[in-house]
């Protein structure tokens, strides 16, 4: 016997066939808005659902710092996202987390959690982040990540509007080529970005050639990997701490975003202390 698999086929459609999605998209423009909670960004940038989207930057320019500003703020007004941390362990991400919400030093926090004494801070934790639901696999398919965006949204009974992937190259493709591997996982990622209908940030690195994260970085030529991916984000943004130097720490007092590609909107650089 052989089993034949059905294979769907998409029907014709017209942009006049689009308008009730859109009519509907704009009736429910600001539940389909994703603030990030800074308010320079939020006046300039147009983020909604439905957008592919990228930060780029070398490791500890702040962009997962970015990332969980922006899913602190989304949790905050009620909106269900995923962070997918791919890069560091569910421990460290958490513990992160927890500096950033009580300003602790690593002393204290320990002490707090080896004393039996986090009731109020875990309080606090749900407060802040408890419409954000966490991935912690390293290497996982776009398959991975949209099955577990459906069981969160069958488990919570809300929709996902906000993935965070961290980031990008661990996502695992059958093609050993990097450039036939990126190309696949960005056009599998802007597929699942249409049809669950999310915000998706993708973390990205810079090239060799972008310098530490002190270095501007102010062309998405210059993120790592194939063009393609840059050509599949409808918004780039990327951070550099200009002013850091391990000799000179009080000197790294400022972060950077420049908006390199913008769809919707002009590009801009904004500095921040």
Do not use: W
Not at 85 to 100: F, P
Not at 208 to 215: I, V
Not at 251 to 263: E, G, H, P, Q, S
């Amino acid at each position: 016997c052989v089993h034949m698999e059905k294979t769907l086929v998409e029907s014709p459609k017209t942009l006049l066939d689009v308008s009730p999605k859109f009519k509907d998209f704009v009736k429910n423009i600001e539940k389909n808005t994703i603030k990030t909670g800074i308010k320079t960004l939020d006046d300039n940038l147009f983020i909604t659902t439905g957008m592919p989207m990228a930060i780029v930057g070398a490791p500890g320019s702040g962009k997962t710092s970015l990332a969980l500003e922006i899913l602190n703020n989304t949790s905050k007004n009620d909106i269900c996202s995923v962070f997918a941390s791919l890069d560091m362990t569910a421990t460290r991400i958490y513990e992160k987390m927890a500096y950033r919400l009580t300003g602790m030093t690593r002393t204290d926090l320990y002490n707090m959690f080896r004393e039996d004494k986090e009731a109020e801070y875990l309080e606090l934790l749900q407060k802040e982040f408890g419409n954000c639901f966490f991935y912690d696999k390293s290497s996982p398919t776009v398959r991975d990540l949209r099955d577990y965006i459906i069981n969160c949204e069958q488990e919570s009974g809300k929709k996902v509007k906000l993935v965070v992937v961290d980031y990008f190259e661990r996502i695992f493709s059958e093609h050993s080529d990097d450039t036939a591997a990126s190309k696949r996982v960005a056009s599998e990622l802007q597929d699942l970005v249409n049809d669950l209908g999310v915000c998706l940030i993708s973390l990205l690195q810079p090239n060799k050639m972008s310098g530490d994260l002190a270095s501007p970085i102010e062309s998405y030529t210059n993120i790592k990997g194939s063009s393609f991916i840059a050509q599949s984000m409808r918004m780039i943004l990327s951070v550099y701490r200009e002013g850091f130097s391990p000799r000179s720490p009080e000197d790294d007092r400022f972060i950077t975003i420049n908006v390199l590609k913008n769809d919707l909107g002009e590009t801009a650089s904004f500095d921040f202390e």
